[in-house]
């Protein structure tokens, strides 16, 4: 599709309420621009499904995100903070209720057929971050960025530290609060107007209007809607699209009054969904479990209705779109560089061997845009952009020849830092969009050129930080890997294995040496006593299938040696019902003298088995570290007055493991 089209089809999707068709659409996009109409419908249709931009009702049909959420009623519950100084902050309060391309200063609400005012609220950054972290926390200080052009001005003064004080427009509750009596625990129902504008309609419900019965049956409806979007879509391109697919996925109890607002339900209520890390970015996911890792750059930026170079770009690792490939023959010009052997270069880097036919395929391509940009294009004129467009394609190069070299770089990737092919991915991706943005004769604001060069200075230091990781991980590889190669002169010794155990939800891990005649019954021991567990909960371990569901389960007398020999190289330990622990097989080694199993790396102190799971554990920590004298005292009673989350005690394992006989 081209981008008149793509525009042709987000602007019916924002206007159509009922049912569609393929037909319905199709026809629409097709009288606003016909160009490459051959296989229109095929690609509109591949867009839909890809992109999740609307839902597919049956084989025929499609519902828009405005048609199913609009006049379908939410809630939202003031804080005690907003109570108190008469306010109200929309922040991520309507996701996904409200049209993903107006922000929430840009909002308007209604309180009995009259709109509701607005006011300005000053302080801290970080005072109103957490009206906005269902967004994601790395997306909080962008959003306050752009509450208001002052604020934008004090961030992007420094891009490295947040401005001392910022202002956001909040509304002003006054009245509405003191004639409705609103006090601590009551909320507002809300109900959109008109999803593409942003517009709410708003009433009062008191804190004991609804039965703890009522609000159970939400949550569980709500649970199940989060877990089957995660099964279904994985983790999705924006937290806001796997809200969207919960309510969708969670049934009509999930669309309905009782209910608890969105930011109680995530943050409080429930402890089977949770936001973790993912690449530099956050999700949501099954508490305790983490995103499985891809093995390579996963095309984030690729359209779905790809055109032949595009595809064939794709099949050689660079995910990009015609109008990256555009950007970068500006950028070449830009650089005054008529060399065509250097723009291919930095569009496919030389580390990917092309045939001749998909070589010839890309210059042809590139000449044909050299003739198009040739009559048009001023270096006077992009002056501006120029520069950033020179930053951003180098990044982009470099990131891409980064994966390309670790794909085919003889080495476990289980060695490698944790998401790191995601990571890559959304940086290429980000990267990738930027390119197409300044694919333009027309040079944007400059205030949005700043924060784009603020963008890229983000990107560039999170992608030398990477190489960093990479660098320290590829030779704490080759330095094991040497003395494994020096341990396999005598063959006669029993085969032994690197085991990496990670607990999900948190950052602590564990390496241990494990026999390979060991069963796994023998790896829990050695799990539960790594951890400092005392074995009192029922245990398993499986395999995680698509979207964290199990694929097969373990019998426990099997030999570490026997799953291995069947390419397994990741089990998940699964421990009472709230703790999960990554098994990596690392590497296999056979010792030069005999090999006590033992437990040789590890870092921070595990979380007591009694602790409710990774969600709970975290509230501990973050009230150990930074809340009042009570909160660390409450914290400290559950788990425990000696616990120093950044110990590990390597000798004491090892002491206790020698106690414990194999079985």
Same mark, same amino acid.
């Given at each position: 599709?081209?981008?008149?089209?793509?525009?042709?089809?987000?602007?019916?999707?924002?206007?159509?309420?009922?049912?569609? #068709?393929?037909?319905?659409?199709?026809?629409?996009?097709?009288?606003?621009?016909?160009?490459?109409?051959?296989?229109?419908?095929?690609?509109?249709?591949?867009?839909?499904?890809?992109?999740?931009?609307?839902?597919?009702?049956?084989?025929?049909?499609?519902?828009?995100?405005?048609?199913?959420?609009? %006049?379908?009623? $939410?809630?939202?519950?003031? #804080?005690?903070?907003?109570?108190?100084?008469?306010?109200?902050?929309?922040?991520?309060?309507?996701?996904?209720?409200?049209?993903?391309?107006?922000?929430?200063?840009?909002?308007?609400?209604?309180? %009995?057929?009259?709109?509701?005012?607005? &006011?300005?609220?000053?302080?801290?950054?970080?005072?109103?971050?957490?009206?906005?972290?269902?967004?994601?926390?790395?997306?909080?200080?962008?959003?306050?960025?752009?509450?208001?052009?002052?604020?934008?001005?004090? $961030?992007?003064?420094?891009?490295?530290?947040?401005?001392?004080?910022?202002?956001?427009? &909040?509304?002003?509750?006054?009245?509405?609060?003191?004639?409705?009596?609103?006090?601590?625990?009551?909320?507002?129902?809300?109900?959109?107007?008109?999803?593409?504008?942003?517009?709410?309609?708003?009433?009062?419900?008191?804190?004991?209007?609804? #039965?703890?019965?009522?609000?159970?049956?939400?949550?569980?409806?709500?649970?199940?809607? $989060?877990?089957?979007?995660? #099964?279904?879509?994985?983790?999705?391109?924006?937290?806001?699209?796997?809200?969207?697919?919960?309510?969708?996925?969670?049934?009509?109890?999930?669309?309905?009054?009782?209910?608890?607002?969105?930011?109680?339900?995530?943050?409080?209520?429930?402890?089977?969904?949770?936001?973790? @890390?993912?690449? =530099?970015?956050?999700?949501?996911? $099954?508490?305790?479990?983490?995103?499985?890792? @891809?093995?390579?750059?996963?095309?984030?930026?690729?359209?779905?209705?790809?055109?032949?170079?595009?595809?064939?770009?794709? *099949?050689?690792?660079?995910?990009?779109?015609?109008?990256? =490939?555009?950007?970068?023959?500006?950028?070449?010009?830009?650089?005054?560089?008529?060399?065509?052997?250097?723009?291919?270069?930095?569009?496919?880097?030389?580390?990917?061997?092309?045939?001749?036919?998909?070589?010839?395929?890309?210059?042809?391509?590139?000449?044909?845009?050299?003739?198009?940009?040739?009559?048009?294009?001023?270096?006077?004129?992009?002056?501006?952009?120029?520069?950033?467009?020179?930053?951003?394609?180098?990044?982009? &190069?470099?990131?891409?020849?980064?994966?390309?070299?670790?794909?085919?770089?003889?080495?476990?990737?289980?060695?490698?830092?944790?998401?790191?092919?995601?990571?890559?991915? *959304?940086?290429?991706?980000?990267?990738?969009?930027?390119?197409?943005?300044?694919?333009?004769?027309?040079?944007?604001?400059?205030?949005?050129?700043?924060?784009?060069?603020?963008?890229?200075?983000?990107?560039?230091?999170?992608?030398?930080?990477?190489?960093?990781?990479?660098?320290?991980?590829?030779?704490?590889?080759?330095?094991?890997?040497?003395?494994?190669? %020096?341990?396999? @002169?005598?063959?006669?010794?029993?085969?032994?294995?690197?085991?990496?155990?990670?607990?999900?939800?948190?950052?602590?891990?564990?390496?241990?040496?494990?026999?390979?005649?060991?069963?796994?019954?023998?790896?829990?021991?050695?799990?539960?006593?790594?951890?400092?567990?005392?074995?009192?909960?029922?245990?398993?371990?499986?395999? /995680?299938?698509?979207?964290?569901?199990?694929?097969?389960?373990?019998?426990?007398?099997?030999?570490?040696? /026997?799953?291995?020999?069947?390419?397994? &190289?990741?089990?998940?330990?699964?421990?009472?019902?709230?703790?999960?622990?990554?098994?990596?097989?690392?590497?296999?080694?056979?010792? /030069?003298?005999?090999?006590?199993?033992?437990?040789?790396?590890?870092?921070?102190?595990?979380?007591?088995?009694? =602790?409710?799971?990774?969600?709970?554990?975290?509230?501990?920590?973050?009230?150990?570290?930074?809340?009042?004298?009570?909160?660390?005292?409450?914290?400290?009673?559950?788990?425990?007055?000696?616990?120093?989350?950044?110990?590990?005690?390597?000798?004491?394992?090892?002491?206790?493991?020698?106690?414990?006989?194999?079985?």
């Amino acid at each position: 599709m081209t981008p008149n089209q793509e525009e042709a089809l987000y602007g019916f999707l924002d206007n159509v309420t009922e049912p569609f #068709t393929l037909e319905n659409v199709t026809v629409l996009v097709r009288m606003l621009d016909s160009k490459r109409s051959e296989n229109l419908a095929a690609e509109i249709a591949a867009l839909l499904d890809a992109r999740s931009v609307a839902f597919r009702l049956n084989e025929r049909q499609w519902l828009s995100r405005r048609g199913f959420f609009e %006049k379908v009623p $939410f809630v939202i519950k003031p #804080t005690k903070l907003e109570l108190l100084n008469g306010i109200l902050i929309p922040g991520h309060r309507c996701v996904p209720f409200a049209n993903m391309a107006v922000m929430p200063h840009e909002y308007q609400f209604f309180w %009995k057929g009259k709109a509701v005012p607005w &006011t300005t609220s000053e302080g801290d950054p970080e005072d109103f971050y957490p009206y906005y972290y269902i967004f994601g926390h790395e997306y909080a200080p962008q959003y306050v960025a752009r509450d208001n052009p002052e604020n934008e001005i004090a $961030f992007n003064s420094d891009p490295y530290e947040d401005p001392p004080e910022v202002s956001i427009r &909040t509304l002003d509750m006054r009245l509405i609060y003191r004639e409705a009596g609103f006090v601590p625990g009551d909320c507002f129902v809300a109900r959109s107007k008109d999803w593409k504008k942003g517009i709410f309609d708003l009433e009062k419900s008191d804190k004991n209007a609804w #039965t703890q019965a009522e609000l159970h049956a939400w949550l569980e409806a709500a649970e199940r809607g $989060f877990e089957d979007s995660f #099964t279904r879509l994985g983790p999705g391109t924006c937290t806001e699209e796997q809200i969207a697919y919960a309510y969708w996925y969670g049934g009509k109890r999930m669309r309905e009054i009782p209910s608890y607002s969105l930011e109680e339900f995530l943050f409080e209520k429930t402890d089977r969904i949770e936001k973790v @890390d993912y690449g =530099i970015e956050s999700r949501y996911w $099954f508490a305790g479990k983490d995103i499985p890792d @891809d093995k390579g750059l996963s095309g984030l930026a690729v359209p779905p209705d790809r055109t032949p170079i595009e595809d064939m770009l794709l *099949q050689a690792n660079v995910p990009i779109s015609e109008y990256v =490939i555009l950007s970068y023959v500006r950028d070449a010009m830009f650089r005054n560089d008529g060399n065509i052997e250097n723009m291919l270069n930095r569009i496919v880097p030389p580390v990917i061997r092309l045939g001749k036919s998909e070589r010839k395929m890309i210059v042809d391509y590139v000449n044909d845009v050299i003739d198009e940009l040739d009559g048009r294009y001023s270096i006077f004129f992009d002056k501006s952009m120029g520069p950033i467009r020179k930053r951003a394609s180098d990044l982009h &190069t470099a990131v891409v020849e980064l994966a390309v070299r670790l794909q085919r770089a003889e080495m476990d990737l289980s060695w490698l830092p944790r998401h790191i092919f995601i990571k890559l991915s *959304q940086i290429q991706g980000h990267t990738a969009s930027l390119l197409e943005d300044l694919d333009t004769d027309e040079e944007p604001p400059e205030s949005e050129l700043d924060a784009i060069d603020h963008s890229l200075d983000s990107m560039v230091e999170t992608f030398g930080e990477i190489k960093e990781m990479i660098d320290e991980a590829m030779n704490n590889y080759r330095r094991s890997n040497l003395q494994l190669v %020096k341990s396999g @002169d005598n063959v006669r010794n029993e085969a032994w294995q690197t085991v990496q155990l990670s607990v999900g939800g948190t950052e602590i891990w564990r390496r241990a040496l494990v026999p390979g005649s060991g069963t796994l019954k023998d790896l829990h021991k050695i799990i539960q006593i790594g951890l400092g567990w005392k074995g009192v909960s029922p245990y398993r371990f499986y395999i /995680e299938g698509p979207g964290g569901m199990d694929r097969k389960i373990f019998n426990n007398t099997m030999k570490i040696r /026997e799953i291995c020999s069947q390419g397994v &190289t990741e089990l998940q330990y699964e421990y009472g019902t709230v703790w999960n622990v990554k098994v990596i097989f690392i590497s296999p080694y056979q010792p /030069e003298t005999k090999e006590t199993r033992r437990i040789i790396a590890g870092e921070g102190a595990a979380p007591p088995e009694t =602790i409710c799971g990774p969600l709970r554990f975290r509230k501990l920590l973050a009230a150990m570290t930074g809340g009042s004298d009570a909160e660390r005292n409450a914290a400290l009673q559950e788990l425990g007055a000696d616990f120093d989350p950044f110990s590990f005690d390597l000798e004491k394992c090892n002491k206790n493991l020698k106690l414990v006989k194999n079985d």
